[in-house]
């Protein structure tokens, strides 16, 4: 079996992990959504609990139900570059259709780096949420690099689309 051969098939198992992203979040959601309800039920039962802001709250809450809806989340982001469905399975690129057995290999290359990007996201929604619970002085920071890591790890799943817009801006020829 050859390389090509190998990546072709490493990429058509590896379409299986967007289940499990999207269980995960779903499952994070509603972890995260529960015990920012319970430690609202102990701040305001308990003396002496940790108290929680309305704002905390809010926040944790928001990161919740975008982690538990993350398929539809990362949709809504990819479509507000203004570009059309994000496509969660296999690749493939049109451009490098000239490649021969090489075109299904690069399709293959660039499913394994979508699904990566979808775990990326994923991270970068944590550090999302994270930066509600984080003190102020560094919640900023960690919001933004979130928000930065969002931003790129959503054109790193809609990695085909993003080939096509800098392959016609830059004049590439191939």
């Not at 538990?68 to 809504?76: D, E, K, Q, R, T």
């Not at 690099?145 to 392959?167: D, H, K, Q």
Request: charged residues 10%; contains cysteine.
């Amino acid at each position: 079996m050859d390389l090509a051969t190998m990546v072709t098939k490493a990429g058509e198992q590896f379409t299986s992990f967007w289940p499990l992203l999207w269980a995960l979040g779903g499952l994070c959601g509603i972890w995260f959504s529960g015990t920012t309800v319970m430690r609202v039920i102990r701040a305001n039962r308990f003396p002496g609990a940790p108290m929680i802001s309305a704002k905390e709250a809010i926040g944790l809450m928001i990161s919740a139900a975008l982690m538990a809806n993350l398929s539809v989340f990362i949709n809504n982001f990819w479509n507000s570059y203004g570009s059309g469905q994000t496509v969660y399975g296999a690749l493939s690129y049109s451009g490098a259709a000239g490649l021969g057995q090489l075109s299904a290999a690069l399709g293959a290359v660039l499913t394994i780096a979508s699904v990566f990007g979808g775990f990326y996201f994923f991270k970068g929604l944590l550090m999302f949420k994270n930066a509600q619970v984080g003190d102020s002085s560094q919640s900023g920071d960690q919001a933004w690099r979130g928000l930065g890591v969002m931003l790129f790890s959503s054109a790193l799943i809609n990695i085909v689309p993003m080939i096509e817009s800098f392959r016609q801006t830059f004049g590439l020829v191939w």
